[in-house]
């Protein structure tokens, strides 16, 4: 069984950076596309950062320059580096892989990170 766990949230001040992890765990032979979501109370789900395996990155237009995703393949452990972080309250951030664990490819949803920006 594959789990993904998220460590790293808090509370932080506007303009102040966190950072988060996402360590995998089971039987993984590889992980390709990994991602990271961010759920604020009433809203939907947004997609915030992702990242395949070889590196290549994509970022949601309200985080760019401001949050960086990276992984290490070796730990199969994903981050994301929050900078310049806005205030906006509370925000549930949550990672996502695409897992080989066995003979197929499976999606995996960690249970999140409660992030809260505020002074």
């Known amino acids: 069984q594959v789990q993904l766990v998220e460590s790293g949230g808090g509370l932080v001040q506007p303009g102040g950076s966190l950072r988060l992890s996402c360590a995998a765990s089971g039987s993984i032979f590889s992980i390709n596309v990994m991602a990271w979501y961010r759920q604020a109370p009433g809203r939907q789900r947004e997609l915030v950062a992702t990242?395949?395996?070889?590196?290549?990155?994509n970022y949601a237009d309200s985080v760019k320059g401001r949050f960086t995703v990276s992984r290490d393949n070796a730990k199969d452990t994903g981050y994301l580096q929050m900078d310049s972080l806005k205030p906006g309250g509370r925000a549930g951030y949550c990672c996502y892989g695409e897992v080989l664990g066995g003979l197929t490819w499976m999606n995996y949803w960690g249970k999140g990170t409660l992030v809260t920006v505020s002074s």
């Open positions: 990242i395949t395996a070889p590196g290549n990155t």
